[in-house]
């Protein structure tokens, strides 16, 4: 259980990782994520070949990884003697990593059908654009990113709480959970116009995949019982 979690969490966080570092170069990641739909589409357009997997494997993986992740490091937590934290981890990083997945698909196959069909002039370009205004404030802004960051905010302080109890791993992966949730919501708070928290929007997301490499990291040290402390 121990490799299985750790690979996933290594994984997890690698694709993230690598695909926003892609998106970036490719996409003008993350700026244009608030960027109007016609620029974004434009721009999803242009690379049509590329950005749709960039975002199933990059960030649609990484939901996938951590789902998995929190069912086994769950097992993992309550084998050490820690049930009800465990399992609301449990409970909050399934729901997480279903809603990432879900959420960010929608650059994957809505998404470049918009850009599609606006390029060959199927619809007016106020409507597709109207159409991708309201499904990314819905699926984006609000599933796959406000109530996904909300219950990954969650799994981290519980989840942080029984690895203090257990010390399965090194109370510093709990730390950095406790911080990377603060983080997470105060990025939260742009959904209710708090212009500067973007950034902490965006950060949250990095340190989430952080987190994953290192909890990964940790369970490989710890399964051969060198880092309980």
């Given at each position: 259980?121990f490799?299985?979690?750790?690979?996933?969490?290594?994984?997890?966080?690698?694709?993230?990782?690598?695909g926003?570092?892609l998106?970036?170069?490719?996409?003008?990641?993350?700026?244009?994520?608030?960027?109007?739909p016609?620029?974004?589409?434009?721009?999803?357009?242009?690379h049509?070949?590329?950005v749709?997997?960039?975002?199933?494997?990059?960030?649609?993986?990484a939901?996938?990884?951590?789902l998995?992740?929190?069912?086994?490091?769950?097992?993992?937590?309550?084998s050490?003697?820690?049930?009800?934290?465990?399992?609301?981890?449990?409970v909050?990083?399934?729901?997480?990593?279903?809603l990432?997945?879900?959420?960010?698909?929608?650059?994957s196959?809505?998404?470049?059908?918009?850009?599609?069909?606006?390029?060959?002039?199927?619809?007016?370009p106020e409507?597709?654009?109207?159409?991708?205004?309201?499904?990314?404030?819905y699926i984006?802004?609000?599933?796959?990113?406000?109530?996904?960051f909300?219950?990954?905010?969650?799994?981290?302080?519980?989840?942080?709480?029984?690895?203090?109890?257990?010390?399965?791993v090194?109370?510093?992966?709990?730390?950095f959970g406790?911080v990377?949730?603060?983080?997470?919501?105060?990025?939260?708070?742009?959904?209710?116009g708090?212009?500067?928290?973007?950034?902490?929007?965006?950060?949250?997301?990095?340190?989430?995949?952080?987190?994953?490499?290192?909890?990964?990291c940790?369970?490989?040290?710890?399964?051969?019982?060198?880092?309980?402390?």
């Amino acid at each position: 259980m121990f490799t299985a979690a750790a690979i996933l969490g290594i994984c997890g966080g690698l694709v993230v990782i690598v695909g926003f570092t892609l998106l970036k170069k490719v996409f003008g990641y993350p700026q244009i994520i608030r960027a109007e739909p016609g620029v974004i589409l434009e721009r999803l357009y242009d690379h049509i070949n590329l950005v749709p997997y960039l975002y199933y494997v990059g960030v649609g993986g990484a939901g996938v990884c951590l789902l998995f992740f929190s069912v086994i490091f769950e097992k993992i937590l309550k084998s050490e003697g820690e049930d009800l934290f465990s399992s609301l981890g449990k409970v909050c990083g399934i729901i997480a990593g279903i809603l990432l997945y879900a959420g960010i698909i929608r650059y994957s196959i809505l998404f470049p059908r918009l850009a599609q069909m606006r390029h060959d002039g199927v619809y007016t370009p106020e409507t597709i654009d109207l159409v991708f205004k309201a499904m990314n404030t819905y699926i984006g802004d609000s599933l796959a990113e406000h109530v996904q960051f909300t219950f990954s905010a969650l799994m981290f302080v519980f989840f942080g709480i029984s690895i203090i109890r257990t010390g399965v791993v090194s109370k510093y992966i709990a730390l950095f959970g406790f911080v990377t949730s603060v983080i997470i919501l105060i990025g939260n708070l742009e959904q209710f116009g708090v212009k500067f928290a973007f950034m902490f929007n965006r950060a949250g997301a990095k340190m989430l995949a952080v987190w994953l490499i290192a909890a990964g990291c940790a369970l490989l040290v710890s399964k051969r019982g060198d880092s309980r402390i």
